[in-house]
């Protein structure tokens, strides 16, 4: 990349628009970066860095802090650069995030922007501008600093760094992260693999651990053991599991035997026949208790059936009485209907007398619909002639604002036309007063100068003078003349009386240094007052004794700027009578363009209301001749309208309820003389009932065995016996069936047997039960302990099987992971190994420099032999000494050594990274400070070697304050800083 061009403006310390032509710069290759501290060397650097990847050269510049504080808020931050690469040429515009601060007094955040222009082709957005560049270039911001801004602080501090911090370094600029990584990894893998193997053993511990002995000696003490053989524990563990189940086989049999001969005692089928001979003899007593009842049993069945038939016939004369009260009822029904059918048949006479009036109402209904539909239709033409009204009042209202507005936009045009005018008048003032100050200041700095010149000229010329004095002091007989050699001294001069000393001349010649420095700074300062008050055409030398003339142009400033004031603000004045205060305190109602937009859609708005004003006007003129051109009264006409639809309401009421009355009466007729009909059918059949009831009723009393009536109420009155009687009659027959039951059963199940002896039987079911109790619990142990052993002897061969793995895998693991940590005979890890290759590379590209600045005498070096300790190795610099042959530590250099070997490191370094970044094409370095620690012969080496660079086709940039540099390097960038921000010069041989 060879710089074209760069143009910052109101960037860091640069207040207005600066420019560097590097093409100028091309014949000369290098050039030197100078100028006072603070000046913004530097910051030529962070603009080409920003305008690239939009960020600072350094970490300590945020993009929003690039705005030069010596430029007016107004004014936005911008860099441009244009550069050549692979003969290509790219040009980059690109803007910071920034405030600005517009001249209503509104401050607005303005985003990032930027733009490249490649060819014909341009990219646009600070994201897609980026992702650009890094493909032109190949490098991103970090890679770039690296091999463009070469910093001899940064590369002396890494010439003597140890390897620990040099491998931080060389880790971030080759981007070696993935073998720390990979070494890291396997550190992680091997401790997790540890991890799993202790894990791994201890679960091989209390699969052991659950091995259960159980008086195996040989198993026991081989558990027991400070080191255990788990493969022996296994055979052991084998052997007794084979016995155990030997043993369980055994037990079996034994509890099978008891079993058969406890279950040949039959003893629940002894204690069941006992049961069934005492239940026998007990059923046999209580039949023979049960047949001693059975006459009283008999009479109570009678008496339970004659209760019966009485309180089936009382049902029937429930209902006979029921039947009596139902015709009784009818009767009453029969004597309301008829009475209801004569009140009935008098309302019917009386509405067909009413309904001769319906034809006259229905004539009358149809006069008042013709009325009334006349009336809405004049109230509806009344009611849009009176919204036409309305609508013609209110657009003469908005017609009358819109012109209102369009006054008070015009006035308010003026006011921002006049307060512009004024602003220019003013500014042109002030610079007038900027001009008459800054004469003033340069006629005081010109005659403070020319007299302490003539101080100077005085104090030097007595200090001249009195040196031969000096001299002639100094002179002794028969010795020479320092200056003519002469050995006689026949008229040696006087001494001088208050002759100055050599410290005071050298203080007067600085202060007048520094008088015509500010001399200069206000001579430029006066110039540049002359160019905003547009006078560059008038020399400075010219104007400047002219303080008579400068003033009348103060004057005469003031007096237009006044004069345009006074304007103001008399038309401010009925601005403030006329103007809302809420359109004076709207910004955007001082603005001129937004004031013309607005006006020219205010006037556009004015004529399209005038226009519909018109055409409402034609429309009401239309509505006016349905009322032969008197205006109506629409509440005259809506009172009539009222009256209207109360008569036609209540003709209305009046038909309908004839109508109604007629209907009504006619279906109470119908029904009345309905309903007496029904009711005389309904008494009848009453009656019909009741008799036949009657006759049913007597001949069911002979039926159920009632001679006479009084003998059913006799049994009618003894009714509530009936449920106990039935209980009782129940019970005794279940209970004597049952018995004859049970009995018949018992007696075939115990037919010839004998009582059983109990207690013997007993006694001896009760031993085997103990005995089989023991046994099972022996054998469940036992099982328990044979399923505990299997289960141990599982789980011990699995781990056993998985610990050897993960100890025969671990085995490489641990030993890979030691040899990536470096943990090794040479104390090199795996990324130090790799870097220690670049470093090599690194060397190698510096001692091309090195060897050359000091005249073949050093060259740089690894050191080979490892630290003392842990220390880590691999990446330390000793310097080969040609004149001792030896190796010594890099820290013996001196200071102007230092800065070589620093400089030939950082070249190198720059010429490897761009080697390994795919060659990517920077020919243009820039070199921050360092020389200052060089002699002259050492000055010349340095300068020889960045020659060398300038013929591979680079473009060498040196910032410095080194005097000697600047008689040596002739193409320079000049910084200098003043009132108003710095600037930029470019100087090239001969036109200094």
């Keep these: 990349?060879?710089?074209?061009?760069?143009?910052?403006?109101?960037?860091?310390?640069?207040?207005?628009?600066?420019?560097?032509?590097?093409?100028?710069?091309?014949?000369?290759?290098?050039?030197?970066?100078?100028?006072?501290?603070?000046?913004?060397?530097?910051?030529?650097?962070?603009?080409?860095?920003?305008?690239?990847?939009?960020?600072?050269?350094?970490?300590?510049?945020e993009s929003e802090n690039f705005k030069s504080q010596y430029a007016p808020n107004e004014e936005k931050c911008w860099v441009e650069y244009s550069f050549f690469i692979r003969g290509r040429r790219y040009e980059?515009?690109?803007?910071?995030?920034?405030?600005?601060?517009?001249?209503?007094?509104?401050?607005?955040?303005?985003?990032?922007?930027?733009?490249?222009?490649?060819?014909?082709?341009?990219?646009?957005?600070?994201?897609?501008?980026?992702?650009?560049?890094?493909?032109?270039?190949?490098?991103?911001?970090?890679?770039?600093?690296?091999?463009?801004?070469?910093?001899?602080?940064?590369?002396?501090?890494?010439?003597?760094?140890?390897?620990?911090?040099?491998?931080?370094?060389?880790?971030?600029?080759?981007?070696?992260?993935?073998?720390?990584?990979?070494?890291?990894?396997?550190?992680?893998?091997?401790?997790?693999?540890?991890?799993?193997?202790?894990?791994?053993?201890?679960?091989?511990?209390?699969?052991?651990?659950?091995?259960?002995?159980?008086?195996?000696?040989?198993?026991?003490?081989?558990?027991?053991?400070?080191?255990?053989?788990?493969?022996?524990?296994?055979?052991?563990?084998?052997?007794?599991?084979q016995a155990d189940r030997e043993r369980l086989a055994l037990l079996e049999k034994q509890l099978g035997a008891l079993?058969?001969?406890?279950?040949?005692?039959?003893?629940?089928?002894?204690?069941?026949?006992?049961s069934q001979l005492d239940q026998l003899e007990a059923s046999?007593?209580?039949?023979?208790?049960?047949?001693?009842?059975?006459?009283?049993?008999?009479?109570?069945?009678?008496?339970?059936?004659?209760?019966?038939?009485?309180?089936?016939?009382?049902?029937?004369?429930?209902?006979?009485?029921?039947?009596?009260?139902?015709?009784?009822?009818?009767?009453?029904?029969q004597e309301k209907a008829l009475h209801q059918c004569a009140q009935a048949y008098q309302a019917l006479c009386a509405a067909e007398e009413a309904s001769g009036q319906l034809p006259k109402l229905e004539e009358l209904g149809r006069e008042l619909d013709c009325r009334e539909r006349d009336l809405q239709e004049r109230e509806r033409a009344a009611a849009e002639y009176g919204n036409l009204q309305k609508q013609l009042l209110q657009q003469e209202g908005l017609l009358k604002k819109a012109r209102q507005r369009l006054s008070i936009l015009e006035m308010l045009a003026q006011k921002s036309a006049l307060q512009a005018k004024a602003q220019e008048e003013k500014e042109a003032w002030e610079n007038a007063l900027s001009l008459r100050d800054s004469g003033d200041r340069l006629r005081e700095a010109i005659r403070r100068y020319e007299q302490e010149q003539a101080d100077y000229e005085m104090l030097n010329?007595?200090?001249?003078?009195?040196?031969?004095?000096?001299?002639?002091?100094?002179?002794?007989?028969?010795?020479?003349?320092?200056?003519?050699?002469?050995?006689?001294?026949?008229?040696?001069?006087?001494?001088?009386?208050?002759?100055?000393?050599?410290?005071?001349?050298?203080?007067?010649?600085e202060a007048l240094s520094r008088l015509a420095s500010q001399v200069n700074r206000e001579e430029a300062a006066f110039r540049g007052a002359m160019e905003r008050?547009?006078?560059?055409?008038?020399?400075?030398?010219?104007?400047?004794?002219?303080?008579?003339?400068?003033?009348?142009?103060?004057?005469?400033?003031?007096?237009?700027?006044?004069?345009?004031?006074?304007?103001?603000?008399?038309?401010?004045?009925?601005?403030?009578?006329?103007?809302?205060?809420?359109?004076?305190?709207?910004?955007?109602?001082?603005?001129?363009?937004?004031?013309?937009?607005?006006e020219q859609a205010v006037r556009l708005k004015l004529a399209k209301d005038e226009a519909q004003l018109d055409e409402m006007g034609k429309q009401a003129g239309r509505a006016l001749e349905l009322f032969g051109g008197q205006a109506p009264d629409p509440k005259a006409l809506a009172h009539e309208h009222a009256l209207a639809l109360q008569k036609i309401e209540e003709n209305s009421r009046q038909r309908q309820a004839i109508s109604q009355n007629l209907l009504a009466a006619q279906g109470e007729d119908r029904a009345a003389r309905q309903q007496a009909g029904e009711a005389a059918l309904r008494l009848e059949k009453a009656e019909k009932e009741v008799k036949a009831g009657r006759e049913q009723f007597a001949r069911h009393l002979g039926e159920q065995g009632f001679a006479q009536e009084e003998d059913y109420r006799l049994a009618l009155g003894q009714v509530g016996q009936i449920g106990a009687l039935e209980q009782s009659c129940l019970s005794y027959r279940t209970r004597l069936q049952s018995l004859e039951e049970v009995i018949s059963l018992l007696g075939s199940q115990t037919a010839g047997q004998q009582r059983a002896d109990l207690p013997a039987l007993q006694s001896r079911s009760d031993e085997l039960s103990r005995q089989l109790e023991q046994g099972r619990e022996e054998q469940l142990a036992l099982h328990a302990l044979v399923l505990q052993n299997q289960r141990s002897a599982k789980a011990l061969e699995q781990h056993a099987k998985q610990l050897a793995k993960l100890e025969q895998e671990s085995?490489?693991?641990?030993?890979l992971a030691k040899l990536a940590k470096g943990d090794n005979g040479k104390r090199l890890s795996f990324e130090r190994y790799v870097l220690s290759a670049y470093f090599e590379d690194i060397i190698a590209a510096a001692n091309l420099r090195l060897e050359k600045m000091t005249d073949g005498r050093y060259r740089l070096s690894r050191r080979e032999e490892k630290n003392k300790g842990l220390r880590a190795s691999g990446l330390d610099f000793e310097v080969i000494d040609a004149f001792t042959?030896?190796?010594?530590?890099?820290?013996?250099?001196?200071?102007?050594?230092?800065?070589?070997?620093?400089?030939?490191?950082?070249?190198?370094?720059?010429?490897?990274?761009?080697?390994?970044?795919?060659?990517?094409?920077?020919?243009?370095?820039?070199?921050?400070?360092?020389?200052?620690?060089?002699?002259?012969?050492?000055l010349d080496a340095a300068a020889n070697t960045l020659m060398a660079l300038r013929q591979d086709g680079r473009m060498i940039g040196i910032i410095s304050h080194v005097s000697e540099l600047k008689e040596r390097i002739h193409a320079k960038v000049q910084v200098s800083s003043g009132s108003s921000g710095s600037t930029i010069k470019l100087i090239r041989e001969g036109n200094e």
């Excluded at 000046?39 to 300590?60: C, N, P, V």
């Excluded at 799993?196 to 209390?206: H, K, M, N």
């Excluded at 079993?259 to 006992?274: F, T, Y």
């Excluded at 001196?894 to 060659?919: H, P, Q, T």
Aim: include cysteine; proline fraction near 4%; aromatic fraction near 6%.
């Design 259 to 274: 079993h058969q001969e406890q279950k040949g005692l039959n003893l629940d089928a002894a204690r069941m026949l006992n």
């Design 885 to 938: 042959g030896r190796q010594r530590p890099i820290t013996t250099l001196s200071g102007g050594e230092s800065f070589k070997a620093s400089l030939s490191l950082a070249l190198g370094l720059a010429d490897i990274i761009r080697a390994y970044s795919g060659g990517v094409e920077l020919d243009t370095v820039f070199i921050d400070e360092g020389f200052g620690t060089l002699d002259s012969e050492s």
């Design 811 to 815: 085995l490489l693991t641990d030993k």
């Design 533 to 598: 008050m547009k006078l560059s055409h008038i020399p400075a030398e010219e104007l400047l004794p002219d303080s008579a003339r400068i003033q009348a142009l103060a004057v005469e400033s003031k007096a237009r700027w006044e004069a345009q004031e006074s304007q103001c603000q008399a038309l401010a004045q009925a601005v403030y009578a006329k103007v809302p205060e809420e359109l004076l305190s709207d910004g955007k109602y001082s603005d001129p363009v937004f004031l013309q937009e607005k």
């Design 284 to 333: 046999l007593a209580e039949q023979a208790q049960l047949f001693s009842q059975k006459e009283e049993m008999a009479r109570r069945q009678a008496l339970l059936e004659q209760l019966k038939r009485a309180n089936l016939l009382a049902g029937e004369e429930r209902l006979l009485q029921e039947q009596e009260r139902q015709r009784q009822v009818r009767a009453e029904e």
């Design 92 to 241: 980059i515009h690109r803007e910071p995030q920034q405030y600005r601060i517009a001249r209503t007094g509104n401050e607005r955040l303005l985003p990032a922007s930027a733009a490249l222009v490649d060819g014909e082709e341009t990219v646009t957005g600070v994201r897609e501008v980026n992702a650009r560049v890094a493909e032109i270039l190949g490098l991103d911001k970090h890679r770039f600093k690296q091999i463009v801004m070469l910093a001899q602080g940064d590369f002396k501090k890494l010439l003597e760094a140890g390897s620990d911090e040099k491998q931080e370094i060389f880790r971030k600029v080759f981007d070696t992260h993935i073998f720390n990584r990979m070494a890291l990894l396997m550190a992680q893998t091997a401790k997790e693999q540890q991890a799993r193997i202790t894990a791994q053993r201890e679960l091989v511990s209390q699969a052991a651990a659950g091995i259960n002995p159980e008086g195996d000696t040989a198993l026991g003490e081989a558990l027991a053991a400070q080191y255990p053989n788990y493969e022996h524990i296994s055979q052991l563990l084998a052997l007794r599991i």
């Design 461 to 509: 010329s007595r200090f001249l003078s009195g040196q031969a004095g000096v001299l002639a002091k100094r002179l002794m007989k028969g010795k020479p003349c320092p200056v003519c050699g002469s050995l006689t001294h026949p008229a040696p001069a006087a001494e001088a009386q208050d002759v100055p000393d050599e410290e005071q001349v050298k203080q007067a010649a």
């Design 1 to 61: 990349m060879k710089p074209e061009k760069l143009v910052l403006h109101a960037f860091g310390p640069f207040g207005g628009t600066q420019e560097i032509d590097f093409t100028g710069l091309y014949d000369q290759g290098i050039f030197l970066i100078t100028g006072p501290t603070g000046a913004g060397k530097t910051t030529i650097f962070d603009a080409i860095t920003f305008a690239l990847f939009g960020e600072a050269s350094g970490d300590s510049r």
